[in-house]
């Protein structure tokens, strides 16, 4: 898949607390809105991190995800990787696709890695993916090939744990298609493009 084929429009719903974060991507594939009451500083801006090819970053921006938020997003009408956090080093990384838009489907190749400590209790969120689950104790690779559904993984890490999460969709990396919440606002309010790869860390509950 082509980055000219891959998302017209993601709508990303995050229910926080009482109140709706909405994030969008426009068809530029750059912009991201958010509304909700303010929370900490965005991520840092990366510098010279986008390689303008889709091929991976060479530099990856570390953020935070705060812990115990989750989102929703309906499958078929966009691409995005998701990745929610859950005390106690518990991660949740999820993908759609945006087939009801171009009656395509998504390669999608998502790696994970750890510096530090190791990699556990890996599974996929349905049977049907655990053929394309490989996993060790510092890094797991999940591929798929995602239509009209939710495809994600589940899986521990020490508490504090960074990983840094590496998604391609048909060997093409762009960071606007990575989504978190942090500090009460999908990706913090960043109105940049992220890195691809990217480096996460659960905030303290």
Not at 72 to 86: C, S
Request: net charge negative; glycine share 14%.
């Amino acid at each position: 898949m082509s980055l000219g084929s891959i998302t017209r429009l993601v709508a990303v719903s995050a229910l926080l607390s009482g109140f709706v974060v909405a994030c969008v991507v426009e068809s530029d594939r750059q912009g991201y809105g958010s509304g909700g009451s303010a929370g900490t500083s965005p991520p840092p801006t990366p510098t010279g991190s986008s390689t303008g090819n889709g091929a991976a970053s060479p530099n990856p921006i570390l953020v935070d995800v705060d812990t115990g938020r989750t989102m929703n997003a309906q499958p078929g009408e966009g691409v995005g990787v998701f990745t929610e956090y859950t005390a106690g080093g518990h991660w949740h990384v999820w993908w759609t696709c945006d087939t009801n838009q171009t009656g395509a489907s998504c390669a999608m190749d998502v790696v994970i890695t750890v510096a530090t400590g190791k990699i556990t209790n890996a599974t996929t969120d349905a049977a049907a993916l655990a053929s394309g689950l490989s996993a060790s104790s510092q890094r797991l690779e999940a591929t798929s090939t995602t239509t009209t559904t939710t495809d994600g993984v589940r899986f521990d890490t020490d508490p504090g744990a960074i990983i840094t999460l590496d998604a391609s969709i048909g060997g093409v990396h762009d960071g606007s298609f990575l989504f978190f919440v942090q500090g009460g606002k999908v990706n913090g309010g960043f109105t940049g493009t992220l890195t691809d790869p990217l480096k996460l860390e659960g905030s303290s509950p």
